[in-house]
């Protein structure tokens, strides 16, 4: 077959950085990890690398990033060195079939990859954590950013003995100080190192075993006890099914799982640790409308594809997000069942027609692809491959993949290769269909998704033309979606019989109903007391609006409600309590110092945010909250640091 489309990209992609991959093999790394002035981000250590020389070369380099200091000795002897600020270079005779020690010491002051929160605060989650993909570790540990160069990395970490410290691999020894604990870390096996990874925080925990014995360290803030289940629910069996569904067992001596704040992504698969966002951790209720299930599949599918078996360059980015996803999606099927798994194909199939109408959509070989096409149309390729090819034949190709390039890098077409061979199947016109065209074949995928008698009838359900159907669905047996799809389109149809629903149909409902029928407004009122923040946020706001006489009502009724981690519920009630006349007059102020204090930095982005954008809609963002935003302009958040500079620029 042809794979011509990638194949010379991938070596212009690759040329550069391989140069050296075939010189010289970095086997292992044991580095000790210490910190000075946390304010000031102060990191040092030493790393020594034993590594062996596959060619004659007069040079080696480690990458190192922007450090204040950096030397190196080479076999215990003094060395010729060169660090030109991006790598240090090692000049040496080296000679083919050698084996050599290079030990490093260095200190930096990392701006990226390496992230110091809270510690210029009296108070705050005083946290490090590190994330390397797509920023380097190299900014601040001296080491490999070639994805192609796996090692085996050991961390030795000394830290504040208050503070916990968890890294890669199993914790083999803790030393104790005079004020600090030096935590040893080791790992069996290689992996890239922009997988290398700590957190460093105050964490309690919860261990449970898998099938096979596999510790699962779940990590959680001391004052955060009662949301650990909500929030790590279905771990186990979420492993437990993935390890017999890939068919190969979990790769590293345990699993860990810690939340930080701030963090850049939902999270990031570090090998045997994944970091995740705090805004994840969540309560039995919370838990209804945003959970933490689907990114903790994903980041877990990712220790098989990601970890285990590591793309060669971006042109294969989709061996890992486009399976993580599927996976996910599989290890969800498992818990929530059929319908729940085509739904979500559904909702995939539409965001991915959404970006081929902004014309965004690209080849899932594009490195420069987007987050929809490498992770939702990734899915819906290998879904579409085990229609084709069938189950059995799918995973068993899976298996072997995974088998044969366990511990390497991997391309597109080794795994092609293995699902023809398994299958007896030419796979030509699969990979051009959806691998290499730009578009997304909604056509295709829409045949697939009509195998589901659930999605049959969602589709089938269609109120945008109202029919004399429309009126007796909300009362049909239907599906949930199938009714909150008719409650969108027909909102002026809802009758009090409706509001005897599911907490889903009454979410739809609360949404939907902006403008409330005085004849509803009983049943509507009803919506603050569900035990979704979703539905109690639209419910408030739209009750406020609708009924004015009624408005020290539904705030006092829903004063100590805080909502999500990003305290929705609670902004939006403080919003209107400052707004609505004469209310609470003795407490107004308290009520505003308590919306801008907010924005400070203590808080997490996502609090921030929701404070900023409430304070510029009722245009009391004042010269604290001000202050408060220009720093949140140099936020390492990206996202929160545009919004911040957006809102800026509207200020002006």
Known sequence: MNYLFFSI?????????????????????????????EKHKEVSGEVIYNLEILKDTDSIFIDAKNFNNIQSVLNKGSIDEIYNGKQLIIKYPF????????????????????YFIDWEFEEGNKQIWTQGQGKYTSNW??????????????????????????ANGKLVDKQLNQSTVTWHYNMEKPMSSYLVALAIGKYHKKVAYSKRGIPLEMYYYPEDSLKVEPTYRYTKHMFDFLEEEIGVPYPWQNYKQAPVKDFLYAGMENTSLTIFSDAFVVDSIDFTDKNYVNVNAHELAHQWFGNLVTETSGVHHWLQEGFATYYALLAERDIFGEDYYYWRLYEYAQELIDQDKAGGSTSLLDPKSSSVTFYKKGAWA????????????????????????????????YFIKEVEKISKQSLSDFVKVWLEDDKFNYDIALRSLKKSVFIQEYLMVDCEVYTSKCSGFLESSISDEAKSKVISQ????????????????????????AKIPPKLKPEYETLLKDASYLTIEAALFNLWRNFPEDRYQYLDQTKTVQGFNDKNVRMLWLTLALITEDYDLENKRQYFRELVDYTNPKYGFEIRQNAFQYLNQIQACNDECKANLKQAAEHHNWRFKKFSEELLELMK
């Open 9 to 37: 990209f991938l070596l212009f992609i690759q040329y550069a950085s391989s140069q050296q991959l075939e010189y010289v093999d970095f086997i292992s790394a044991k580095a000790k990890v210490a910190f000075g002035n």
């Open 382 to 413: 290998l879904h579409m491959l085990r229609e084709k090819v069938g189950g059995e034949a799918f995973k068993e190709a899976v298996k072997n993949y995974l088998k044969a390039h366990r511990f390497k890098n991997v391309e597109t077409q």
């Open 141 to 166: 540990l001296p080491s490999i950013d070639d994805m192609n160069e796996k090692i085996e990395f050991d961390l030795s970490v000394t830290f504040n003995k208050d503070y916990k410290v968890i």
């Open 95 to 114: 000679k083919a079939n050698t084996s050599h020690v290079l030990e490093i010491s260095w200190e930096t002051n990392p701006s990226k990859a390496m």
């Open 490 to 513: 027909i909102p002026d149809q809802i009758k009090k019989e409706n509001f005897k629903s599911s907490i889903k149909i009454r979410q739809a409902i609360a949404k939907a109903l």
